[in-house]
């Protein structure tokens, strides 16, 4: 039976800085310029504040589990090593191929969002009618836009990690001074009384934003995936997954009070899609939308190179360990990156654009749901290794670890539930369940496929 590959290959040029910037700018991305107003109608600002506090927290303790495997295994795959070396190679292939879709759905989902966001900085983007999808109009200009961007994005991570943590470094570095004055105008100016009602819909509108949060923040787990080119002692690696987590949810909890005080339930109900930096024009005039805006595009470009690199990787692993076609675990001769394997995730994100700004809200979803799974995967895998090889040399331990890792795994199948039909956030058919359906199929080919060749 083929192993995962536990001799690196990579080159360990990551900081700390660029580290923490790799999973921080992963896991803030866009979703904060134009799902802010989609929260706040589900739950209120209240309400979504304590979706985001809840689900960081329980982010948090799958974190735990995630930095002390990522300190005592640190090869790049992540949750393949993990699952593959405590549960065995089907069910560690049932584990990176769901996370997988979750990093390939946010690639994708940014090739959306760039068209979406140059739009409201450049009116007029939408040129060419092609057709419509759920009552959205697609234009030929639109869809081209998204296109060039995976395109440049695509070549930018076959070119080298180090070319891609330093544009990610100062990236995220905008971003944070952008944020840190948006929220700073919405204290001085907003209003508590903007935040009527404070709580909606009670726990189901609460559980509308939690079925969001785990897309919102995965992005930690690029870390593990990188390990094998990160230059920093392996338990500080898992310090700093944990840093990034507590980042990330400050971030979200911040700009939902932000937009909570200055834009009130009528202004919320007229706005467009960009609704923080609708809010951030409130506070600075229509210089703020822009600067927030462009703050939002480097989102963009943070959260597309981390997926990129982490979901690479871990199809990387997957194919040196046999269990997807070979040509995928291949590096480049000179960068030493997974070229084929980040060419495949540059062909799936440029799918996304041909169908539109609907496409968002079912990426969301439905890859929110495989990243669940692995969660879930990850903390069962966590507990096995903790039984099976108590002796593992494990440089960051957390404290109380079987208790740490069963809430890990109850906690993400309660996450789970939450997609399930039923509940009130279930996965909407036909469009979210043939997105998971269809890369399910996806996975069950190309395994059948990479099986068979080794046999032969």
Same mark, same amino acid.
């Given at each position: 039976?083929?192993?995962? %590959?536990?001799e &690196?290959?990579?080159?360990?040029? !990551?900081g700390? =800085?660029? #580290?923490?910037?790799l /999973?921080?700018g992963?896991m803030?991305?866009?979703s904060?310029?134009?799902?802010?107003?989609?929260?706040?109608?589900s739950?209120?600002?209240v309400?979504a504040i304590?979706?985001?506090?809840f689900?960081g927290?329980v982010?948090?303790?799958?974190?735990?589990?995630?930095?002390?495997?990522?300190s005592?295994?640190?090869?790049?795959?992540?949750?393949?090593?993990?699952s593959?070396?405590a549960?065995?190679a089907?069910?560690?292939?049932i584990?990176?191929?769901?996370?997988?879709?979750?990093?390939?759905?946010?690639?994708?989902?940014?090739?959306?969002?760039?068209?979406?966001?140059l739009?409201?900085?450049?009116p007029g983007l939408?040129?060419?009618?092609?057709?419509?999808?759920?009552?959205?109009?697609?234009?030929?200009?639109?869809?081209?836009t998204g %296109?060039?961007? &995976?395109?440049?994005?695509?070549? !930018?991570?076959? =070119?080298? #990690?180090?070319?891609? /943590?330093?544009v990610?470094?100062?990236?995220?570095?905008?971003?944070l001074i952008?944020?840190a004055l948006?929220?700073?105008?919405?204290?001085?100016?907003g209003?508590v009384?903007?935040?009527?009602?404070?709580?909606?819909?009670g726990?189901?509108?609460?559980?509308?934003?939690?079925v969001?949060?785990?897309?919102?923040?995965v992005?930690f787990?690029?870390i593990p995936q990188?390990a094998?080119e990160?230059?920093?002692?392996?338990?500080?690696?898992?310090?700093?997954?944990i840093?990034s987590?507590?980042?990330a949810?400050?971030w979200y909890?911040?700009?939902?009070l932000?937009?909570g005080?200055?834009l009130d339930q009528?202004a919320?109900?007229?706005?467009?899609?960009?609704?923080?930096a609708e809010?951030?024009?409130h506070?600075?005039?229509?210089?703020?939308?822009?600067v927030?805006l462009?703050?939002?595009?480097?989102?963009?470009i943070?959260?597309?190179?981390?997926?990129?690199?982490g979901?690479?990787r871990?199809i990387y692993?997957?194919?040196?360990?046999?269990?997807?076609?070979?040509?995928l675990?291949?590096?480049?001769?000179?960068?030493?990156?997974?070229?084929?394997?980040?060419l495949?995730?540059?062909?799936?994100?440029?799918?996304?654009?041909?169908?539109g700004?609907p496409?968002?809200?079912?990426?969301?979803?439905?890859?929110?749901?495989?990243?669940?799974?692995?969660y879930a995967?990850?903390?069962?895998?966590?507990l096995?290794?903790?039984?099976?090889e108590p002796?593992l040399?494990r440089?960051?331990?957390?404290?109380?670890?079987y208790?740490?890792g069963?809430?890990?795994?109850?906690?993400s199948?309660g996450?789970?539930i939450l997609?399930?039909?039923?509940s009130?956030?279930?996965?909407?058919?036909?469009e979210?369940?043939?997105?998971?359906i269809?890369w399910s199929v996806?996975?069950?080919?190309?395994?059948a496929?990479?099986?068979?060749?080794r046999v032969?």
């Amino acid at each position: 039976m083929n192993q995962p %590959v536990t001799e &690196t290959n990579f080159l360990r040029v !990551l900081g700390r =800085r660029e #580290v923490l910037a790799l /999973a921080f700018g992963a896991m803030i991305g866009w979703s904060w310029v134009v799902l802010s107003g989609t929260w706040i109608f589900s739950a209120g600002t209240v309400g979504a504040i304590l979706a985001f506090l809840f689900g960081g927290i329980v982010m948090l303790v799958i974190g735990l589990t995630y930095a002390e495997l990522a300190s005592a295994l640190p090869f790049a795959g992540g949750e393949h090593i993990y699952s593959h070396r405590a549960l065995g190679a089907g069910a560690s292939f049932i584990c990176t191929w769901a996370i997988i879709l979750g990093y390939v759905s946010v690639a994708t989902f940014e090739a959306v969002a760039l068209p979406t966001v140059l739009d409201s900085l450049i009116p007029g983007l939408d040129k060419g009618f092609l057709w419509q999808i759920a009552g959205w109009n697609v234009y030929f200009t639109w869809v081209l836009t998204g %296109v060039v961007g &995976t395109l440049a994005m695509t070549i !930018l991570n076959v =070119r080298g #990690v180090r070319m891609t /943590a330093i544009v990610q470094s100062v990236v995220v570095l905008v971003i944070l001074i952008v944020g840190a004055l948006f929220v700073s105008g919405a204290l001085f100016t907003g209003e508590v009384a903007n935040m009527q009602p404070l709580l909606k819909d009670g726990a189901s509108g609460i559980a509308l934003v939690l079925v969001m949060v785990p897309f919102m923040f995965v992005g930690f787990d690029t870390i593990p995936q990188a390990a094998e080119e990160i230059d920093l002692p392996f338990k500080d690696i898992g310090r700093v997954l944990i840093v990034s987590v507590l980042m990330a949810i400050a971030w979200y909890s911040l700009i939902v009070l932000g937009v909570g005080l200055v834009l009130d339930q009528a202004a919320l109900d007229s706005a467009a899609d960009v609704v923080t930096a609708e809010a951030s024009e409130h506070i600075y005039g229509e210089f703020g939308s822009t600067v927030l805006l462009v703050a939002g595009l480097a989102g963009i470009i943070t959260s597309w190179n981390a997926f990129i690199v982490g979901g690479s990787r871990a199809i990387y692993a997957l194919a040196q360990s046999g269990l997807l076609p070979s040509f995928l675990g291949t590096l480049h001769p000179v960068y030493r990156t997974p070229r084929n394997a980040i060419l495949l995730i540059g062909a799936f994100s440029v799918i996304g654009p041909f169908f539109g700004r609907p496409v968002l809200v079912w990426l969301v979803n439905a890859g929110g749901l495989g990243i669940v799974i692995a969660y879930a995967m990850v903390a069962l895998s966590f507990l096995v290794l903790r039984w099976k090889e108590p002796n593992l040399d494990r440089p960051y331990i957390v404290p109380c670890g079987y208790t740490v890792g069963i809430a890990a795994l109850i906690l993400s199948i309660g996450l789970g539930i939450l997609y399930l039909p039923g509940s009130p956030s279930a996965l909407l058919w036909p469009e979210e369940w043939v997105i998971l359906i269809g890369w399910s199929v996806l996975g069950f080919l190309l395994y059948a496929l990479s099986r068979r060749g080794r046999v032969r």
